[in-house]
């Protein structure tokens, strides 16, 4: 099976051209080690990282951005962002803190990605 | 009236400010970076979506935390901020120093005297009324930054379906925003016949979740008395709609992406000239204005599309404020110009003998493309370059020893299809 | 309890009938049925105050044009708004359209419009060096002006209000009955006012107004005007009203330099059918550049900053019609009141009380009247020094909000406390939201001063009333389903 992707490694975005023959894919048109890994993840568990914002109870700073720890699966997005709309943050909070631990027991954790005082 | 005086003011504590007060307060200089929100970070803050800083900090980074670096080098380099605070005029005497006048409702006004001047106040985005949409004008209608904010700082959502008017790469990180904040996304609408936003924009944003792009279509008429209903989308058949092939996409909310322009009041109001093709203000290799002392750089210079470029930009910008500052006399100006293929190239002066880097935007698609400086009818240097976008900035460095006395003009060629 | 007067409808010609009513021991009523005043015909208008050479003076229109033109360096002093005597000029491009020009000035000079000069083509580009040069010669009439026309109404709304007139906006007229000696008027929300004389000053609907309550039938039909408006620093703003020939439908398209420093041209003029079509089409963006661009070169459509459409109320007879009605008692009609209403306008409120009295309603001066309204502060206009004693009183003062027109926290705030609730109101009293960015930057600021000052929730807060809703909800409120 042949399959072409633009990799979202980086701005650049590489144009990859996958071959997949069984077991064996083979990875054409990356400029780097990532685009070659970002393929491979993405004919067998397409997983991005995930942002989104949390409700906090400070004034200052009402809703929190957050990210995935790591990119994750892509059909277990939509549940997690349903369950971090509904969550309520309390500071302080600083960047890189958890604020959701082991997200279904993926080992991803959802962090800050800003400090709230 | 509080008075105070510093070496740099630095408008803006955006990307660009930040990069350039962490330089020039880490040499031991005075730099107050002055900005009208209450927080340091500028638009950064509101992009909570990850892919900045592959470049400047070796790591992929969200926008809140390319900001919180920024901010706390600036911070422990020993530069001041002032915050919320709005500048409402600048004035040069005799001397050559400046006075801003700022307002704020924590100082009310407050003057600021400094040497030297970094403008770094960003862009904006064209709107509904610059592009001239025909039709309503009921609510619902948002530029791509604007429902950011709103959406990333407030929590709020601007509506339920959403047809997004341009494939800038704001409306197409908004694209994704909406998709999971629960919204509707009918599609992303694009006068050109390719898209404005980056490649992988397109993939992760679009493709992922079904959304369609329809290039070289134009909304040809907004619907809907009290909120928007829906648009009028026409294919474009030599600039024109043709309306016979027209449909209806119904949607309560109108965001637009189509473009961003440098915020240049203020450097107008300080006299600076501007750059007729990049918006911007029009600068010498040291990235001065035609206002001795006044400096500029990041996106209210040119817009960029990647952040990191504009972190590096205004940190070489902020050498050349350190040199100016101790002394060193203005640069000498030979011009530049674009020839075939190019929209602009920032500096538009180079200074003979000096290595200088030079950014470009493209006006064409090329897989393979050869990026030309020629003098004196001569070429001097080339350079080959792969997969040329009008949606990626083009940024190369010449040595000092080929920039000589005479002017050059940059060329771009594709190389692929010949 | 009984009104002495309801005046339905709070755009320019029922608000200047209130401004005039409040001076005397009168118990009148402003009834809107938008969410603020002015939001109708009204708000949409070139801002133009005429110079009264246009219509032949047999026509009501002219006669209250020319008055009302001299009353609006009085109106400006006691309530504040934005107006400015830039003067006009009528620019001919040949020399048929020369003779047309001549027509114009003798058809002035013969309504007593004093000042008006012939100019040739120096004379032209001596008076505006912004008109092309091919221009063959012209007329300048001193006495043109512009005005802000929704800070115009604000602030007769205003003065009437401060001496005592009331006013319900969002009340929408379904019904009216005369009970013998008064009216008795019904909202569609059920809503009762009761009053001894009405004055039908509902702009594009009076005609329905008129039906309901069992007056004259008449029709009105809407003349749609498009306008754009040009950032400031647009290389083509002229320092007088340009107009050109008129025709017989319209008086042109304009270039207009707002009192404001901005830049706007049309307006066209089509009819249509629907009172509520306000839509702008790209062919007439593209007529009106053309005829601009005609005049006036230096205007591009890089500057344009926003479009809107207004509809003037025409009648058949294509005056105003100004009139005790025959058929309803005590009742006054004050119908199609298009181009030049807004100019005409204080002349129209003096007129229509002249027509109460005339009806048998006693006027009985006040002892005590505000004359004056309170001059506004407005941050873009202070000193530094100014600004600083203002900060003093309120730190507000100080900050900015919108950054593209200078407008500060406390005149948005202001204009809340002043019941301009919707996103709308606030950006025609303060120009929050107006200048080049259109809310771009400034919007989410607005939406939180808003709602904060007026107790409503952010997510109910509208553009300008009705369902206008800005936002939909909180995040969360929606499910993700991907």
New interface residues.
Partial sequence: MKKSLICIGCPRGCRLEIEMEGETITVRGNSCPRGESYAKQEMTNPRRVVTA?V?TTSEQLP?LPVKTSAPFP?AA??PL??RL??MTVTPPVHCGDTILEDIDGSGIHVVATESCR | ?KEEKVDVAVIGAGAAGLAAATVIAAAGRKALVID?EDFPGGILRQCIHSGFGLKYYHEELTGPEYAERATIAAQKAGASFAL?C?V??IQIDMMGEFTL?L???????RKVHADAIVLAMGC??R????I?T???????V??A??AQ???N????????TAVIVGSGDIGLIMARRL?????EVKGVVEIMPHPSGLARNIAQCLED?GIPLWLEHSV??IIG???VEGVEVAPLNHGEPDMSRSFTLEC??LLYSVGLIPET?LA?QAGVLLDRDTGGPLVDANYETSVSGIFSAGNVLHVHDLVDFVSEEATRMAHCVLARLDGAPSAEKVGNEVGSNLKYVVPAFHTPGATTNFSFRPLIIADEALLRAESEGKTIWEKKLRFVRPAEMISVTLPGELLGHAPITFHLQDTATR | MIYDVAIIGAGVSGAATAWQLSRYELKTILLEKAADVGFGVSKANSGIVHGGFHHPVSSLKARLEIRGNLMFEKLHHELGFPFKRCGILVAAFSEEEMSQVRKLYNQGIANGVTNLEMCSHERMLALEPKLNSEVVGGFYCPGGGTVEPYRYVFSLVEFAVRNGTELLCNWHLTKGEYLGDHWRLTAADGGIVEARYVVNAAGLFADEVSRSCGGEEFRIHPRKGEE??LDR?SKGCPSHVIFPVPTKHSKGVLVIPTSEGTTMIGPTADPVDDK?D?????AH?RRILDQVRSMVNGIS?RD?????AGLRPVLDTEDFYIAPSQKAPAFIQVAGIQSPGLTASPAIGEYVKDLLKGEGLRLMEKLHIEYELSPRHE?RHET??N??KL??ED??????IC??E?I??AEIVEAVRKGHTT?DGVKFYTRAGMG??????C??KIL?IISRESGIP??EL???G?????????????????
């Fill in positions: 914002v409700h809703w892509k997005i939509a962002l349903n709309y509904k | 009236m009208r919320g709005t409402t005029d006048v307002l704020s409702a924590a100082d009310g006004v904006r985005e709107n509904r009324g610059n001239a025909p039709g309503t004008r009921p609510a619902g948002f530029t930054g604007s904010k709103l959406l700082l407030e929590g709020c959502l601007p509506g339920k998709k999971w904040s629960g919204m979740f040809t008429r008395r009290d909120r309560d909310t009041e107008q | 754009y408006l620093s509520l306000t839509e702008t089409t790209s963006l459509h344009l900053i926003t479009s809107f941050a530094i020094e600004l600083d900060h003093d730190p507000a003062w100080t900050h900015i950054r593209c200078k500060s926290e996103v080049r960015c259109q809310g771009g930057f919007s989410a939180k952010m997510q509208t553009k300008r009705g369902s206008s809703r800005i936002l939909y909800g909180t995040l969360g409120d929606l499910e993700v389903r991907l």
